[in-house]
Each structure stands twice: as structure tokens, then as C-alpha cells.
């Protein structure tokens, strides 16, 4: 079973616990099905069609910084047709210096973002997460129709977007 799944099945039956389902019988099937263990609170971004069956990604558990404002931590729902992987990520909505941070596991991601700017397929991901985090209302909506919106909040349209990638923790 890979790794994510061994962490969503604890939460896949207590989810059905509390709906009132036998998790023994609705695992023995094979396991459970990554769109069955959708945690409270996801919100969904993007669901497509994929090889082998449904692709999903979505934001969820959002927490403010106790210290510092307009800095979130996020839970980032990846989501294949036979595999989850959860991430957790940080967010700066700072129209100064917006950021999504993220990681594969092996490196971390530093993103600096250019809401109201061009997206593109290589940034579209992370002004969706930005968005649905920063600007909850606006969550799902294509990016790319969101330049107006950014700029009355305060969000120039001119900043560099670029990418650091450093080392992160050894598992």
C-alpha cells in the first residue's frame, strides 16, 4: 500500500464511523478510493479526468500565522486515481511579496507569485492554491480572469515571478 494511503485509511474509517458504514467491509474491497477520503473542509480546485480513473487537487485546514499576518499554513490534496499525497504548505498573501512554498519531499519550492499577472500551465497550480487560500470566495476560479480583481486588491501585476529550490529534510 504506498505511503499516503496508509495515512488515509485511519482517516477513511473514521469518516465512515461517523457516517455510520463498516470500514471492514468497505476495505476489503481493495482499499479505499482517494475521492472517498476527502478530508472536511477540502476545498476541490481542479478535477479532471486522468489515466486510470479521477485526478483531484484542493486546499485544506487553512491556519493563520499567530505572528505574522497574511501567512497561512495549508494542507495541499493531491490526488491520483490509486494515491494521495498531502503536503503541508505555507502561503503569503502579501501583495508586496506573495509566495507559495511547497515540497516534493526531497526539496522545498519558494514561489514568488504575480497575482493579476500572466499565468501560464507552469504557474497556474500555485495562483490557484494562492487564491483559494489568500481569497477564499474566488476559490476554483481560472486565474487568468482574476487580473482586474488583483489589482483592486491592492496586487501591482508587475512583479517577477521566480523559483528557489533548496534541499529539504532527509526522511
Keep these: 500500500m504506498p505511503t499516503a494511503l496508509r495515512w488515509v485509511l485511519p482517516l477513511a474509517c473514521a469518516a465512515a464511523l461517523a457516517a455510520g458504514t463498516n470500514p471492514a467491509a468497505w476495505a476489503e474491497g481493495g482499499g479505499v478510493r482517494p475521492e472517498d477520503a476527502r478530508p472536511p ?53 502579501s501583495p508586496a511579496a506573495p509566495m507559495r512554498v511547497t515540497s516534493n519531499g526531497a526539496y522545498l519550492f519558494l514561489r514568488e507569485l504575480n497575482p493579476g499577472g500572466a499565468i501560464t500551465p507552469a504557474n497556474r497550480i500555485d495562483h490557484l492554491v494562492w487564491w483559494a487560500t489568500c481569497f477564499p470566495e474566488q476559490a476554483g476560479k ?30
Design 41 to 93: 473542509g477540502l476545498i476541490l480546485l481542479e478535477e479532471r479526468p486522468g489515466l486510470g480513473g479521477k485526478q483531484a487537487i484542493g486546499v485544506y485546514g487553512a491556519v493563520a500565522d499567530r505572528d505574522t499576518p497574511g501567512l497561512w499554513r495549508i494542507k495541499f490534496w493531491d490526488e491520483q486515481p490509486n494515491d494521495v499525497k498531502v503536503r503541508s504548505e505555507t502561503i503569503r498573501c
Design 142 to 171: 481560472d486565474p487568468a480572469g482574476l487580473a482586474a480583481l488583483a489589482r483592486q486588491l491592492g496586487y501591482s501585476g508587475t512583479l517577477r515571478e521566480s523559483e528557489q529550490i533548496v534541499p529539504g529534510r532527509p526522511r
